[in-house]
C-alpha cells in the first residue's frame, strides 16, 4: 500500500530535550515536506527537500532540522524544543513538487511542556 | 503574511445543495493551486488541483474555478453529501517549489 508514516503520532515531552520525528514513504517520491498546522493559521511549510542531500527552508523554518541521506527518509529534528513548538507536524511527499500532489501522512501531535 | 487565505472559517449546507468554498491569493507569481481534504485526526488528502493557464477544472461532483485577475480560486461541490463533511484547504505553488496553504474551512453538510 502507497503510504507516507510517520512516527511518533503523539508525543509530550519537556523544553529543551532533543527529538525526532520520523517520515518515511514507500513511492519512491523525489519531493518531500514538513508541515505545522496551528489554530487559525493553517498548515505551514517548515522545510521540503527535491532530492536526496537537497533541503531548503519553508515559511517556519526556525528551531528544526531536516536531513534527506535516503530518498524514503526525511526526519524532523527538534534540537531544544519549545513551547511555541507544540503543534501538529505532518510529513508530505509527492513525485515532484510542481504539478503533482503531495501524499501526508497521518500527523504527529507534539506537546512541549 | 499570510498568501493564501480563507476567510470563511466554516461553511453548513444542506445536503444535495451546493457547496462554494472560497480562497484568496496575494502572489501573482503563483501557478499551480490545489484544495486538499482533510478529517479529523487523518493527514490531508488530494481532491482537486487547476494550473494557471486554465480557469475550471473539473472531476466528479468538484470543480475549481480559478479567476487570475481578481487571485481568487473557489471549489464547488454539487451536489454535496454529509461525507464531504471535512476541512478543506486551498494550497498555492510557485517557482520556487515552496507550497503555501490557507487557513481552511470547515464544511457541514447537513442530512
Known amino acids: 500500500e502507497a503510504q507516507v508514516t510517520q512516527n511518533p503520532r503523539y508525543l509530550i515531552t519537556v523544553t529543551g530535550k532533543k527529538l525526532t520525528v520520523t517520515c518515511s514513504q514507500n513511492?519512491?517520491?523525489?519531493?518531500m515536506s514538513w508541515y505545522r498546522q496551528d489554530p487559525g493559521l493553517g498548515l505551514r511549510q517548515i522545510y521540503y527537500s527535491m532530492n536526496v542531500e537537497v533541503t531548503d527552508k519553508g515559511d517556519v523554518p526556525e528551531g528544526y532540522k531536516v536531513s534527506r541521506k535516503e530518498k524514503r527518509n526525511f526526519p524532523l529534528i527538534l534540537e531544544s524544543p519549545s513551547p511555541n513548538q507544540t503543534s501538529l507536524y505532518f510529513c508530505a511527499s509527492s513525485s515532484r513538487s510542481w504539478g503533482n500532489e503531495q501524499f501526508f501522512g497521518p500527523g504527529t501531535r507534539l506537546t512541549v511542556l | 503574511d499570510q498568501q493564501v487565505k480563507q476567510n470563511s472559517p466554516s461553511l453548513s449546507v444542506q445536503e444535495g445543495r451546493i457547496s462554494i468554498l472560497n480562497c484568496d491569493y496575494t502572489n501573482s507569481m503563483f501557478d499551480y493551486f490545489l484544495w486538499y481534504k482533510k478529517y479529523p485526526a487523518e493527514g490531508p488528502t488530494f481532491l482537486i488541483s487547476?494550473?494557471?493557464?486554465?480557469d475550471k477544472n473539473e472531476d466528479g461532483r468538484f470543480t475549481v474555478f480559478l479567476n487570475k485577475s481578481a487571485k481568487h480560486l473557489s471549489l464547488h461541490i454539487v451536489p454535496s453529501q454529509p461525507g464531504d463533511s471535512a476541512v478543506y484547504f486551498c494550497a498555492a505553488a510557485g517557482p520556487g517549489n515552496q507550497f503555501y496553504f490557507g487557513t481552511g474551512t470547515s464544511l457541514t453538510v447537513i442530512p
Open positions: 487547476i494550473s494557471s493557464i486554465k
Open positions: 513511492m519512491n517520491h523525489e519531493y
